[in-house]
Each structure stands twice: as structure tokens, then as C-alpha cells.
């Protein structure tokens, strides 16, 4: 198998794009077309200040370094929930992450759940009795955190590592549920509005196979176990049978995926901007947050501010 761009022996096979590239040319590839999603979809510029919430794994580290590499001006953010697993998950990707910015340069935040509000994301969890359900709390903590060190830090825009096997089941379980509110608020990009940073997502359109081969290549280090609380998730199951889709059709999830942007894009789903609109007046009265609860938000009810 010989790459399609020079004839040096190929490192990957992309059936869906139907090429074949060598280490080098997949390696440039992958940059370039980073950066052809970032202007497609108008996400950020060069001038903007950018905040990438990083966790160690495969996608947030390649995000990082191709980010740097196109000269962008990029701080990380690690969350440390404090899943001690026998792989102790949190502090491992902790150290992974540190490590690359060390080495890179680059400027990282650090929250530490536990010692911010006094317990981990699955003590949180416990305690509220939804011990199944910690990947619920884990989001919820999450999304303040990220938001609240968007804000504090003034930054343009904040980043997360989404891939198209992220995005596609994202798309299956909103569309089995018709949860119409978050097919709305699902695009690659997402406008800034009162109290919300803007959201970007660079990597919506690549296959994880693709981040994984460019993590691989350019010899990053990265946590490769999953988050223990992962396994069971449905989000699993719909991969899979993503995969089984594509095996059968090579461009599945491309497919599937463009075709409902298109779609959106075409007014056929409503766009989140109104949603994010209705938020303006309400914000909770202990971290300022905005919020759809008529008192404290549910991040201050969960952590017992209020
Ligand atoms: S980190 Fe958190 Fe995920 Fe772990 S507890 Fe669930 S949501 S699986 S992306
Ligand atoms: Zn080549
Ligand atoms: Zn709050």
C-alpha cells in the first residue's frame, strides 16, 4: 500500500476518503484540515484568546499540539474529578497532561474537584444518591468549571476534543430520545451569548481513528485507559453500532454526520441561539452563572452552597 501523495509506504487507510498516506503526508494532512474546519465553520481567529479543556486521552492532546502548531493562541484547562481507579485514571492523565505542556511550553490550568469543594466527582455523586449515574454529575461539574474558568480568565472561546464518533452517537441517542433541544444546540460551532462563552469543537469532523493514527504518529504520550465510569455508558453502545454502519458503508458517520448539519443549516432544526437567548435573565444568585432554575444553579445546589 503506497501513500497517494509520494510513493513512500502508506501509515494509514482511509477508506472513506478513499486515500492512503504516508507518516509524513498524513501528518500534514491532518493539520491542514484542522484548520480548513476551523474557517469553514467561522470558529475562532489567531487574535483570540483560546481555552481547551484537555484530559490526557488521544483527542485533547493531537487538539493541543496541531493548535499550537498552526499558531494559535491556546491555554489548556485539566479537570483532576478524582476517579482513583486501580489505574488511578485522574491523577495519571493529570500527570500525561502536564507533562506535554511542560514540554511544549504551553499554559495549563489545573482544578482539583476535591480540594475546590471538598469532595471528588464520585463522592458527589454518592452522596446524592446517583451512584450509577456519575458521568451526569461528572457533566454537570464539568460544564461549570470550564465555563467559570472561561470567564474568570477573559478568554474568546473554549474548545473541547470532540470527534466524529462523538458526535455521531451524540446524534443517534438526541435523535432516539427527540430531544430536539440538544439537536439544537449540537453544531461545531456555538455563538457566544450573555453568561456563555463561545464553543468550539475543531475536531467534529474527524473519525477517531484518524486522532488516534495522528496521536500515534507524532508520538504523544497519552492516558489510553477509558474512565472506568465510561464502561456501560449507552454512548458505547452507540458507537458501536456506528461502526457496524460504517464497516458495512465506508462514510457512514461522515454522511450522517454532514447531512444533519445541512440540515440545521436549512432551518429544519431550530438553532441554539434563541435557547442560549432565554438564559439572559436569570443567573444564579451564588456563582453568577446563568441558569434556568429560578434560584441557585444546580452545579451551587449540587456542591451545597445553597
Ligand atoms: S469522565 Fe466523567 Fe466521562 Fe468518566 S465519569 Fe463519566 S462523564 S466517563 S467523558
Ligand atoms: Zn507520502
Ligand atoms: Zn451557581
Redesign the pocket.
Known sequence: MRCHRCDNRAAIRMRQHRINLCREHYLEWFVAQTQRFIEKYAMFTRSERLLLAVSGGKDSLALWDVLGRLGYNVDGLYINLGIDSADDYSNESQRLTEIFARERGMNLHVVNVAGEYGESVPQMAQRIGRRLRTCSTCGLVKR?EMNRIATDGGYDVLLTAHNLDDETAFLMANTFSWSTDLLARQYPVLKEAPGFTRKAKPFCRFYERETAAYALLRGIEYIEEECPYAVGAKQLEYKALINRFEEEKPGFKLHFYVGFLKARDSGAIRSNEQEAGNLETQR??????P?TAQD??????LVN?R
Not at 441557585?296 to 445546589?301: E, G, K, L, N
Open positions: 461549570h444564579c444568585p451564588v456563582c453568577g452563572q441558569t441557585a444553579c444546580a452545579f451551587c445546589r452552597r
